[in-house]
């Protein structure tokens, strides 16, 4: 049935022997040490301390199909490009990473190297792009894709025997920040020889590494958190097989949809200060979180990295120190348009879709980055119209939070320029 595990290697996880591939060796140093040197080789030629950024797309050779070093041709590998991927596969404990030219095209080439027939278990709340893919492309090549609300509590009866290939976690979920433990899903999925995809990008690298929980590969949006300066598409896939790594590297050079060198080099320079961005990142957000759950304009928090969030257990266990990660998001008092309100009051924090870069940004889902939900969809998985979602970047928290408290004033008592005539509530 294709399995990519190794059977030469088992593990014992609660009394079931599981097939497991080899796993990358424990890291010796600390992560801000890796983030900083992972890939990061000097230059043999000049002792450059930063990589050139490599923009020929052809390498000559010395004889026929002799090439002078290790490359032949830009889309099958580059410098750039292979430095990036060795720092990612440091930072997610993998042996391996591949870059893709989004976290989309990174979706879409996992979800093509499922045979047609096959069969996917995905969390309900996934990034809209996903739900996209699974439900409007992956069908056409005959991949079929089963949401569940309640992963953890139904994957075992979700799951066909013969057919389900792939399990598919985000944890947070978008934009309602709901926790998925992923050790306990991947338990299931292993006895059935089923792999487990976690989409890591809201928490990036440095608070989760779902390959430590038993995920089989994780993937990111480089877009967001790992680049983190709002200004490169990328993608990536990190994972231990053998296997995968023979099949995904033939399928990133024969679709393609791989990135620049210039945009592998500036994602690595973005990724040696997500260490800091990120605890920057998580300290504001849980400034704000705390002050939103505290505000009389405001109806309910959702942040992973406060006591009151309903998963907060999984917190504790699945991230780094339990920390809640960058992204937030609150119903506020007033409906939608006390929701917009809000958003267009905010001077600090920039009215946006996207996340995870240095600037702080917020919108409103139900009408942007999850609008194409039908209302009854969105509204069973928790976005209601008067739900705000912030991405909270580095500034300092005491500018976020001043921020924050006036434009929450300012969408309770709309006024005539801010576009309302009235506060009725929907
Ligand atoms: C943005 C995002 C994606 C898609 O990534 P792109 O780089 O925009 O193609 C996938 N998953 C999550 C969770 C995202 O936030």
Redesign the pocket.
């Known amino acids: 049935m294709g399995s990519v595990f190794n059977p030469s290697v088992q593990a014992e996880r609660d009394g079931a022997p599981i097939e497991t591939p080899p796993r990358a060796p424990s890291p010796v140093h600390q992560f801000g040490t890796m983030a900083v040197h992972a890939g990061a080789h000097v230059d043999p030629t000049t002792g450059a301390v930063i990589a050139p950024i490599s923009l020929s797309t052809t390498f000559a050779q010395t004889a026929v199909g002799k090439p002078l070093g290790i490359y032949e041709y830009t889309r099958s590998a580059n410098p750039n490009r292979d430095n990036f991927e060795e720092a990612v596969a440091a930072l997610e404990h993998a042996r391996y990473a591949l870059a893709f030219s989004?976290?989309?095209?990174?979706?879409a080439t996992i979800l093509q190297s499922l045979a047609a027939g096959s069969h996917v278990v995905s969390v309900s709340d996934?990034?809209g792009?996903?739900h996209r893919y699974f439900t409007k492309v992956a069908a056409a090549h005959g991949v079929h894709v089963t949401f569940s609300p309640s992963i953890e509590i139904d994957v075992a009866d979700l799951i066909r025997p013969n057919d389900t290939k792939l399990i598919w976690i985000?944890s947070p979920s978008?934009p309602t920040l709901g926790l998925v433990d992923i050790r306990n899903v991947a338990t299931i999925a292993h006895q059935h020889g089923i792999m487990v995809v976690v989409?890591n990008?809201?928490l990036s690298p440095y608070i989760q590494n779902p390959l430590d929980h038993g995920a089989d590969i994780v993937?990111?949006?480089?877009?967001?958190y790992i680049n983190g300066h709002s200004d490169v598409?990328?993608?990536v896939a990190a994972f231990n097989s053998d296997e995968l790594k023979e099949r995904l590297t033939f399928l990133q050079n024969a679709i393609g949809a791989v990135p620049s060198a210039f945009d592998c080099w500036l994602a690595h320079r973005g990724l040696k200060t997500l260490h800091l961005r990120a605890r920057e990142a998580s300290k504001n957000a849980t400034v704000i979180a705390t002050a939103l759950e505290a505000s009389p304009h405001v109806k309910a928090v959702n942040y992973p990295g406060i006591k009151s969030h309903p998963h907060r257990e999984i917190a504790l266990k699945q991230h780094r120190d339990g920390m809640g990660g960058g992204m937030l998001s609150f119903r506020i008092n007033g409906g939608q348009e006390a929701a917009e309100r809000f958003c267009q009051a905010t001077q600090v924090f920039v009215l946006a879709e996207?996340?995870?870069g240095v600037e702080s940004l917020v919108e409103v889902p139900s009408s942007m980055t999850h609008a194409g939900i039908p209302r009854e969809e969105r509204e069973a998985a928790g976005v209601f119209d008067d739900l705000v979602r912030m991405s909270c970047g580095i500034e300092d928290s005491v500018d976020l939070l001043k921020d924050v408290l006036q434009a929450l004033e300012k969408a309770a008592k709309p006024t005539k320029s801010s576009g309302f005539s009235n506060g009725h509530t929907s």
């Not at 989004?102 to 979706?107: D, E, I, L, W």
């Not at 993937?219 to 967001?224: A, E, F, N, Q, Y």
């Open positions: 989004s976290g989309s095209a990174t979706t996934v990034y792009g996903t985000e978008n989409d990008t809201f993937i990111h949006s480089v877009t967001k598409l990328m993608g996207s996340l995870g």
